[in-house]
């Protein structure tokens, strides 16, 4: 009887560890968001690798932290938008990563130069497996920067960004207006010269 | 002093019939991806896209296919936001007039002045022309019925104008955290309905719309600046002259930054100011 009672407990407790451990895995998306902007933030108030001789070692890191975060194949696909769809896996893969590399790049040189900013997180918007976090930058200079990110959760609870939305302005819907235009008054693979001549 | 009243009402008249003459325009673009998707089943033919095409600028590019659509289909779904650009080629020379003067007169200017005035001293300059400009605020949150942003204003400007010394600095914000809120005339027509008209490009300051630039100019109402020069025109541009360079002298890299971002970096910063705009309308 006791060792019933025993086990019925164990059991109970293992399914109470169980339990938390799972809620513990189930962030929400502005936890997750939170742990990458800190990360970046450490990383760009990291004193051992300020200075430009540091610059590759200081971006690589921050690049690290981005990639975790940024699902960089979504926001392609998404700007390239109908265009997407007329091109071979191959193609794709090269126009994620060259877009991947535009965006890391441009994002990069951005924030580099922003290592005292405070950063305030509002409130969250979920709708399925999609999430809006809303952030607010206020840099040392007092300017306000309201940054918005768009989340998409595929499995496990681990969330994606897939959008950034800067005072209002997003920047996949951007792209998808400039792919778009290019590739009404030129050829596809103009474009990806085009992209390639940004990035490099 | 009647013949300037005529013509700011004449004025205002003509901005008022560009903005209604583009509501067509304006309920067009306002089409979501949702609506093409469905007036394209409607009418199979080739034809329809032809129709989506000429209500709203150029939505068939912008526009998904139905399979993708699909995929993606719920209330994120984005609109498609694109501004009237009747005078584009204009608007195009401005951008390269005011690109050359930005890299050819501003930009090394403005590092001769950065190398002589620390950043500090001309973030203090900023915030007294911005708390300066606080009655444009005012006002507008007024007339968007926005009490609240009005109110903060207000005390924003006691605060900033006796503890932060003539609003040099800005305890309001850093030590109350009472933010500011930017509200301009432009933002009141929206609010009541107004589009932005279509898309200027004005010299030296940059983007805009009929509706903007009208507002920008009816805001010239509810500046100091405005009646302290009153009777010396050229004083009260050069004021207003110093508070845009100094201005711009804290943002030097944000244009380049722009761009390198974009593909063609003219309708970049065009739909980027457009949705700018919009989202200000919006708050």
Redesign the interface.
């Known amino acids: 009887m006791t060792s019933l009672k025993f086990k019925t407990t164990v059991v109970l407790a293992a399914l109470c560890l169980l339990l938390s451990a799972s809620n513990g895995l189930a962030a929400n998306a502005t936890d997750q968001m939170k742990g990458t902007i800190e990360n970046i933030l450490s990383v760009l108030q990291d004193s051992s690798l300020k200075g430009s001789d540091k610059q590759e070692e200081r971006r690589a890191k921050i690049r690290e932290a981005i990639g975790k975060r940024f699902d960089f194949t979504e926001m392609a696909k998404?700007s390239l938008?109908?265009h997407?769809?007329k091109r071979s896996p191959a193609e794709r893969k090269e126009f994620a990563e060259l877009f991947a590399d535009?965006i890391e790049g441009?994002y990069i040189?951005?924030i580099e130069?922003y290592s005292d900013e405070k950063v305030i997180y509002g409130n969250e918007q979920v709708?399925?497996n999609?999430s809006?976090v809303k952030t607010k930058i206020i840099s040392s200079?007092?300017t306000?920067i309201s940054v918005q990110y768009?989340l998409l959760n595929r499995s496990n609870d681990y969330w994606r960004v897939y959008d950034i939305v800067v005072?209002?302005?997003?920047l996949?819907?951007?792209y998808?207006?400039?792919?778009?235009?290019?590739?009404?008054s030129s050829s596809y693979a103009e474009?990806v010269d085009?992209?390639r001549s940004?990035v490099n | 002093m009647d013949v300037k009243r005529l013509l700011a009402i004449s004025a205002l008249a003509i901005a008022l019939l560009i903005i209604g003459a583009q509501e067509l325009f304006a309920a067009g673009s306002k089409l979501t991806i949702d609506e093409i998707r469905t007036s394209i089943e409607a009418n199979a033919d080739g034809a329809s896209e032809a129709a989506a095409d000429e209500a709203s600028g150029?939505p068939s590019?912008?526009?998904?296919?139905d399979?993708?659509n699909d995929e993606?289909d719920?209330?994120?779904a984005?609109e498609?936001?694109?501004i009237w650009d009747p005078i584009e080629p204009v608007n195009r020379a401005m951008f390269v007039f005011n690109d050359k003067m930005y890299f050819w007169v501003i930009k090394p200017a403005a590092r001769g002045y950065n190398f002589v005035v620390p950043?500090k001293g001309r973030?203090a300059v900023?915030?007294f022309f911005t708390n300066l400009t606080t009655p444009v605020r005012f006002v507008n949150s007024i007339l968007q019925l926005k009490l609240g942003k009005a109110g903060s204003e207000v005390v924003r400007f006691v605060i900033n104008s006796t503890v932060g010394v003539l609003g040099f600095m800005?305890p309001a914000?850093d030590r109350w955290n009472i933010?500011?809120h930017d509200e301009d005339l432009g933002q009141t027509f929206g609010r009541y309905g107004s589009g932005p008209g279509f898309y200027l490009v004005l010299p030296l300051l940059g983007p805009s719309s009929v509706r903007d630039g009208v507002g920008m100019a009816g805001d010239l109402f509810l500046k100091p600046t405005t009646y302290i020069f009153a009777d010396d025109h050229l004083a009260a541009l050069g004021v207003t002259a110093y508070e845009n360079f100094n201005s711009v002298s804290?943002k030097i890299?944000l244009y380049e930054?722009l761009k390198?971002?974009?593909?063609?970096p003219y309708?970049?910063i065009r739909?980027?100011y457009h949705?700018?705009r919009?989202?200000?309308v919006?708050e």
């Open positions: 998404r938008g109908k997407w769809k535009l441009s040189e951005k130069n709708k399925n999609k809006k200079k007092g306000e768009k005072e209002g302005v997003s996949v819907s951007n998808r207006t400039q792919f778009g235009k290019s590739l009404s474009l085009k992209l940004k | 150029e590019e912008d526009s998904y296919d399979d993708f993606f719920d209330e994120f984005e498609i936001k694109s950043e973030v900023d915030r800005d914000r933010y500011l804290l890299g930054g390198k971002d974009a593909i063609d309708s970049y739909d980027s949705q700018y919009e989202n200000k919006k």
